[in-house]
């Protein structure tokens, strides 16, 4: 249909979204509080601190406006052109407030309101209120950071190795899928790790979700998995031997998730799936964890130097003292480095931010909002949308029925579109497409899954997770 179903709002009480509004977002926004507190403590630049008390006097007053559950006011033009779009939409939506708004566009502007503070001073322009936490957290995924640095240091050394390359095309074939099927599972759930759930979750749960022993045992929690069709179209493309074939990634959260779009990146490379890829950050701190190029750029330097980012001065928020690293584990991390580096000089890997990105547009909304982004995506074999904001984007965050078909969800970006989507997503929010007939019912019934209250409760933690695909080339 041309139209999306009706987007989940604030107002539902048994929706994520009031949870959201509710529990979750004051306690993010007291988080930016807190940090910026401690930047001004640590500076000794005076203009500078009265500035960062007219930062924090912002974030308080959001704050406050949003537990008072006051109008969304229009936002301060800070000379960005997306400005006019929000501004436009907040008038069309007839100045909501807080709790009755749709919950995808006030979750959009309460991250470019908090920015538009930063972009209005002269001393905080380039500051990210959330690089600290973002740091802090990919420390603490040392343990998977490191497991997965030998597999793909051993993974590259075998895609080079004579007795893997004249393998039968078939075997080499057979090979190539399950190593792709590998790759793109352990990308899926490392977004299952983002900082705006950290609400909730404790530093261990999250150590806990990133090893590969988590990992099998949570293959049962895939609920649909269409990675088979995507891996198809790379591998006829290859064996069509067409010579640019390029995929785009367009990327959520930084630290372990980044490092591991990385593995999948570097791998689809080495192995000549992909002749080059795109990969999409945002352009302002967005929904706590997301990629900044500021973060792509740390997460090199921190494996360019690994022995010295893991024995820095911990972090007083986990508060372990640092154990040096081994010189193997030294070694592969360094190898990572090397070879993305390299990608990534080569033109092989490149990064394109794009402000629609973190507009409050649905990706419904991209042909017209965003025509010359929405004609770039056409030009790749795959595009890979990671996480459950990506999703909710693509959905439209809308109340559709569980067994919506994904390709009627996901509206322009469907059959005939040009683009080819993959979403790997870990379910944080009430809207899921294309599940089977009764699954919604059979998961409510289980213990926390939400029949009690009516609520899709099972779907809002990032223990189930679907992978969806669509061939808009078709
Ligand atoms: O549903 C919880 C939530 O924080 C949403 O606000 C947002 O859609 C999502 O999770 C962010 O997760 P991700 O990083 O996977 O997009
Ligand atoms: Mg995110």
Redesign the pocket.
Known sequence: SAEPAPPYATSDKTSFAYISAKDRWPIIVTGAIDDIHRAIVACDDDAKRKEGKMILEGLAKLKYELQHDRQLTPLEDDGQPDIAGYNKQLEALSNPKWFSVPWLYSECYLYRRIATFFALSTHWRTYDVFSRQKLSTFKSSRPAVLELAAKYSALIAQLENDAYLTQSPEDLEKAERILFTEMCEICLWGNAT?L?LLTSLTYEDIQKLQGSEARKKAEKNVLVNDLPAADEVLIKAKREGKSDRRLDIVL??AGFELFVDLVLAGYLLAAGLATQIILHPKSIPW?V??VLPADFAALMSALADPQTFYSAPDDPDTGKPPQPLSEKMEEDLYLLFRHWSELHAEGQLIIRPNVFWTSADSYWQMPKAEPRLYGDLKESELVIFK???NYRKLTADAMWETTTPFTTAIGPMGVGSGVRTLALRTCKADTVVSLPEGEDERLKAMEGGGGEDGSRKWAWSGKWAVVQFCDGKA
Do not use: A, E
């Open positions: 983002d705006s959520d959260n929904f964890s997301d996480g459950d904001l």
